[in-house]
């Protein structure tokens, strides 16, 4: 990856599609997607489950359900090389590096008759074919702060926290340059949780590490990212430095969103602030969220919001924003 | 006296081959008629398990559980059907809560036995905002998105008038938008029939959104009990304090913000 300009994106996705299905039966889970993750930075990706997210995640690694999803349009560049049309054998060359992945479900993705030892073994020869071995596995141990008799041992013989420090040495096994990381923590404890944020945060300044965090949940991300992407029904809506988004949130939904993450009653005594479900994937003229946005007028629910500037580098894409920061 | 009231449970599992599990060990707690108790643990607290003696789905090896002044682990056959009618449990996973060959209709008129009518079952779908309530009833639950599940199983809950709603992690399932929606529900159905919930959760911001009390467990025990707010502001038990500092929110720590 030396080629690579100095100025040029780790990543950089511009306006991605990913359909799933038959022509008759398209479904659209990325309708229009941008994302940008320069070296070393932590990026939150947010949104709903149906939003997306997963999917476009999947998508930076080749990693669509073959013959089912595919990329259907816009362009995703790694490292400056344009990869939106690669292959099968073109991507293995890139998966674990420069891009590795880590998931929710650690134990779905480790095989269980399989010693940790030798899995993690068999990521460090993917890329490093004259690494020592052992001592390279016993580094890659240290760094996640897993104990060496975890190498001998099964994985069902683990906790839920110490099987996704397995997954993350995995990855790391590769020397990734970005890690992207599908709802690390979902599935664990909350003390849990903290430890493997706070290990992810260490291991990003330890190897100069561009990370990728997909999340459901904005508190998690608030606190481990620096800038962050917020999508809705397969679109980016909403981006910009994590501060600024979270404090000055500029379209409807990420307001609505960090209210009902907050479970605090608002002031009409309510916890809830968005109306209805996140809705069915599919085709609409207008802004996806119009249905259930409380100022949509005629221009919302008949043409697509452009990207705006809200300030410097945060972005959202709605309608009201020009008139909504005059009065706010 | 209390709603509900445990004294002295304890709950060991034995298995074979594996050294014993004592899963609750010497709990003791109350839920008084109106307010919202939430217990909060990690997985494996026991806290779960403590649910499930408490609706007696499994027996204690010591102590007893009062419902209404009455002990439950004194009933039996038809005698603890009825008392449990008036407590009723909400689970995590609406998505397997529920027979998925029944409709909606058979699902409720099951659970509303005093009164089965068709406007009946309608007015309990729309006490928990389904609506429009009469094309549901012929749903079946799969048809149903996740919150739309969630809401029907507390309007099953709410089905037999229950003193008592067991709530074993309510919101995990839901997504963050349709969270809040589901937690104004369950504050409006207090609100108009003073309905009592033991709430149950990993969840502290949820815990602090929306109980009167809160009673910490960790490895069976409960290491902390008191108020929502100075149990939050002032945690005397190190794990506690762990598990505050563990919380990630928007705003910060949850010990600086506001409490419901």
């Keep these: ?328 | 006296m209390p709603l509900l009231e445990l004294r002295h449970i304890s709950k060991t599992f034995t298995r074979r081959g594996v050294s014993p599990l004592r899963a609750v060990d010497d709990v003791s707690l109350t839920v008084e008629r109106g307010e919202c108790l939430a217990l909060v643990g990690e997985s494996g607290s026991g806290k779960s398990t403590l649910a499930r003696l408490a609706l007696r789905l499994i027996d204690a090896d010591e102590g007893e559980v009062l419902f209404d002044g009455a002990g439950l682990h004194k009933l039996s056959g038809n005698a603890l059907r009825q008392a449990r009618i008036k407590m009723q449990p909400v689970f995590q996973d609406a998505s397997t809560a529920f027979n998925p060959r029944r409709t909606v209709r058979t699902i409720l008129r099951q659970a509303a036995v005093a009164d089965p009518s068709e406007a009946h079952l309608c007015a309990l779908l729309e006490r928990v905002e389904l609506r429009p309530a009469l094309p549901l009833l012929a749903r079946y639950p799969n048809e149903l998105s996740g919150g739309q599940r969630q809401r029907l199983s507390i309007a099953r809950a709410l089905a037999t008038e229950p003193s008592l709603i067991i709530a074993d992690e309510p919101l995990s399932g839901a997504d963050v938008s349709v969270r809040a929606q589901i937690l104004d529900l369950l504050a409006d159905l207090q609100e108009q029939s003073g309905v009592s919930y033991l709430l149950i959760t990993h969840d502290i911001l949820l815990a602090r959104a929306f109980s009167h009390r809160i009673a910490v467990m960790h490895q069976g025990s409960i290491v902390e009990r008191g108020d929502t707010p100075t149990v939050l502001h002032a945690p005397t038990h190190a794990y506690t304090r762990r598990l505050l500092d563990a919380v990630q929110s928007v705003d910060g720590p949850v010990a600086d913000a506001p409490s419901a």
């Design chain 1, 1 to 328: 990856m030396s080629t690579t300009a100095p100025a040029e994106s780790l990543l950089r996705v511009d306006a991605l599609q990913v359909t799933y299905g038959p022509p008759s039966h398209l479904v659209h889970a990325v309708a229009d997607a941008t994302l940008m993750v320069e070296a070393g930075e932590a990026v939150g990706l947010a949104g709903e489950s149906g939003c997306g997210k997963s999917t476009l995640a999947r998508a930076l690694l080749g990693l669509l359900p073959e013959r089912v999803g595919r990329v259907s349009g816009g362009r995703i560049r790694i490292a400056g090389k344009d990869v939106t049309a690669f292959r099968d054998t073109q991507w293995a060359a890139l998966r674990g590096h420069p891009v590795a992945m880590v998931f929710q479900d650690p134990l779905s993705f480790l095989n269980p008759v399989v010693r940790i030892g030798a899995q993690i073994a068999e990521s460090v020869r993917q890329h490093d074919r004259d690494v020592a071995l052992a001592p390279r596995c016993r580094e890659l141990l240290e760094l996640v702060k897993l104990p060496e008799t975890v190498l001998r041992q099964y994985p069902h013989e683990l906790s839920g926290g110490m099987r996704q420090r397995v997954m993350l040495a995995i990855a790391l096994g590769c020397r990734p340059r970005l890690l992207v990381a599908d709802e690390p923590t979902t599935a664990l404890d909350v003390t849990t949780q903290a430890e493997i944020m706070a290990l992810l945060g260490t291991l990003r300044g330890q190897l100069n590490m561009a990370l990728l965090v997909v999340s459901h949940d904005l508190g998690l991300l608030r606190w481990h990212c620096d800038r962050l992407y917020i999508m809705y029904a397969g679109r980016t809506i909403e981006w910009g430095d994590t501060v600024s988004v979270i404090d000055r949130p500029a379209h409807p939904y990420t307001r609505g969103l960090i209210a009902a993450s907050r479970l605090q009653r608002g002031s009409n005594g309510r916890f809830g602030a968005l109306r209805g479900e996140v809705p069915a994937l599919e085709q609409r003229l207008g802004c996806p969220f119009a249905p259930r946005c409380a100022d949509a007028e005629t221009v919302c629910r008949d043409c697509m919001p452009d990207v705006t500037a809200v300030t410097g580098a945060h972005h959202a894409k709605c309608w009201q924003l020009g008139s909504r920061d005059a009065a706010a």
